[in-house]
């Protein structure tokens, strides 16, 4: 069975291997490996700021992945990851999905546009945000803007 829930400092650990794995890392815009404090701090930080939603995906409580939601306005950037052992089998997609439906129903009277950069070498993503139906723009010469407004 998948469900979502929210993330809690019980998560910390898991989080931090998944922030860490060699492939998230390369994906990512400061590559720099983050130490189990620097970890600790930011998390419990995200967990209290009312701006930031932090879901996890579990099929049958085995953690697949996490989607974070960070709200400016009605600016939702999205930010995700998929734990090694479930990549290349649909679970981005689904995890986007099913992410936006739990965050819109947290937040039902507000119209949010969902805005993810990736770069461009990170074709997994690309691909994800594509049949997802975000709209690609040019941001710079290594990355792209996804957009998807959602009513």
């Known amino acids: 069975m998948i469900s979502l829930r929210l993330a809690n400092l019980g998560d910390a650990e898991l989080m931090f291997s ?30 209290i700021d009312v701006n930031t939603t932090i879901v ?15 709200v400016n306005n009605l600016q939702v950037a999205i930010d995700y ?30 119209n949010f546009e969902f805005n993810a950069i990736v770069k461009k070498t990170n074709v997994a993503s690309i691909k994800v945000f594509e049949n997802i139906g975000f709209r690609k723009q040019n941001l710079n010469s290594s990355s792209y803007l996804y957009l998807l407004q959602v009513k």
Do not use: C, T
Not at 27 to 42: E, K, L
Not at 56 to 70: C, H, S, V
């Open 81 to 110: 990851s998929i734990d090694r052992s479930y990549r290349g089998k649909g679970f981005g997609k689904m995890l986007i999905e099913k992410g936006i439906d739990f965050f819109r129903k947290k937040n039902p009277e507000e």
């Open 18 to 47: 998944w922030v860490n794995d060699p492939k998230v890392r390369k994906n990512s815009f400061q590559q720099a490996y983050i130490s189990f404090d620097q970890h600790i701090d930011w998390f419990r930080k995200r967990l």
């Open 56 to 70: 996890i995906l579990e099929q049958n409580d085995l953690a697949i992945g996490q989607i974070r939601f960070d």
